[in-house]
């Protein structure tokens, strides 16, 4: 419960903070570099308002981590996440892209990346004694993903979806 407490609290101090657009090519941040950004787009979706200090002091009491990059208008991420050990990572590129994470597991480690417009994925796990290790990636346009539950052959799993209006939905039991 302290977990999923931690996590609200983090994911209410940033959510207003996750929205980032840059689309103007000619922009001040287009000669950038630095060892952690490996391009302009990565610059301008990181936005914080807390001093080097605070950051730090924040860093040492969270021992998981979820990591949020949105480019474009109108992306979504809601992720209600409870394990020992969480660590995930989300990409969105393009616009209307939604993300709806519910997971109760062991340990979660996970990686999405939505690149297009319009696409959704929503996984769910509730109490599961494995640790799960997903991957989700859609490239493409007005994709879904529907993923429920998870079991020994889905533990480990890797969904690539491209192209354009296509739908999985897996349930494991």
């Not at 340990?107 to 690149?115: A, G």
Request: charged fraction near 15%; charge should be positive.
């Amino acid at each position: 419960m302290k977990t999923f407490i931690l996590n609200m609290m983090l994911f209410l101090l940033f959510s207003p903070l996750f929205y980032a657009q840059e689309k103007e090519e000619n922009s001040a941040f287009k000669n950038y570099n630095s060892s952690v950004f490996n391009s302009k787009e990565a610059a301008l979706s990181i936005v914080s308002s807390l001093d080097k200090k605070a950051q730090n002091d924040l860093n040492l009491k969270i021992q998981s981590g979820v990591q949020i990059q949105q480019i474009g208008d109108l992306n979504k991420v809601k992720a209600n996440l409870k394990a020992n050990e969480i660590q995930v990572s989300v990409a969105q590129n393009g616009n209307k892209n939604e993300l709806f994470l519910d997971k109760y597991a062991k340990t979660i480690t996970q990686n999405v990346v939505q690149q297009g417009n319009n696409n959704t994925i929503s996984d769910f796990t509730l109490r599961t004694n494995y640790s799960v290790n997903m991957e989700l990636i859609q490239n493409g346009n007005n994709q879904n993903i529907h993923n429920i539950g998870t079991n020994s052959l889905s533990k480990n799993m890797k969904i690539t979806q491209t192209g354009n209006g296509a739908s999985i939905i897996l349930i494991n039991k």
